[in-house]
């Protein structure tokens, strides 16, 4: 009996053993990136509004301090893309995520702290939609180069060109090109007005142009005349 025993013990424990050293550890599921779109808001009231590869960022009073492009973003790191006095810039903002509205940011220290997202600010400005349809980002691209739009519902926005990694123009001390845009909040569909500056810090040439709007579907067209087919198009991307 007991051998029979000692052989029904050291069976299943064999089993067990053949088992667990044939089993392949259990790999953790890559966690996704969390998605910026929408509107932060800063311990200290300024407001952050991401749309794809676009960025503005507000101050208490509501005015634009700072605008630009989203270069790249990583599970603990975004890298922002702007201008100043001609240059093109860059800035790094490390953050760690607390949940799927709430990150902390680390650096740089004049953005540090908790950003919480604003959702009354998003569902105001998805509201605006059916008002003012140009809202929102678009682009339209070439074989080297792409053009970005970016219209805020305060009444302005911004138009920046990169190549094909979203760079932008301006990269290695080349000239920069860019446009900041406005149009009537009483009367939207009037038109977007284009100031458009292109140069560096020791000579810029500056442009106004106002521009119709026309929506076919998912695409925004500007132009002027009655032509359609002469007409800039970018495509709407939500």
């Known amino acids: 009996m007991k051998k029979i025993l000692f052989s029904l013990v050291t069976a299943v424990l064999a089993v067990f053993l053949f088992g667990c050293a044939s089993s392949q550890p259990v790999s953790k599921p890559t966690p996704s990136k969390l998605s910026f779109k929408g509107f932060w808001e800063l311990p200290d009231g300024e407001i952050f509004l991401f749309e794809k590869k676009a960025f503005a ?38 953050y760690s995520v607390l949940s799927e509205n709430e990150v902390k940011v680390s650096k740089p220290e004049r953005l540090n702290g908790v950003w919480k997202r604003h959702n009354d600010l998003n569902n105001k400005a998805a509201n605006k939609l059916s008002d003012i349809p140009f809202l929102g980002y678009c682009e339209m691209r070439s074989e080297n180069q792409i053009d970005i ?18 760079l932008m123009a301006g990269a290695g001390g080349g ?58 198009r970018y495509s709407r991307i939500k």
């Open 149 to 166: 739009l970016h219209i805020t519902p305060w009444g302005w926005g911004f138009n920046y060109f990169s190549d094909l990694d979203y």
């Open 57 to 94: 960022l507000l101050d208490p009073d509501g005015d634009c301090a700072l605008n630009g492009i989203l270069r790249n973003q990583t599970n603990t790191q975004l890298t922002l893309n702007y201008y100043y006095q001609y240059q093109l810039m860059r800035m790094t903002i490390d």
């Open 175 to 232: 000239d920069i090109v860019y446009s900041s845009i406005s149009y009537d909040l009483k009367s939207p569909m009037n038109g977007l007005r284009f100031l458009s500056v292109e140069g560096d810090s020791k000579s810029q040439s500056i442009e106004t142009m106002t521009f119709r709007t026309v929506i076919d579907g998912n695409d925004l067209l500007l132009g002027k005349g009655d032509d359609l087919s002469k007409y800039y």
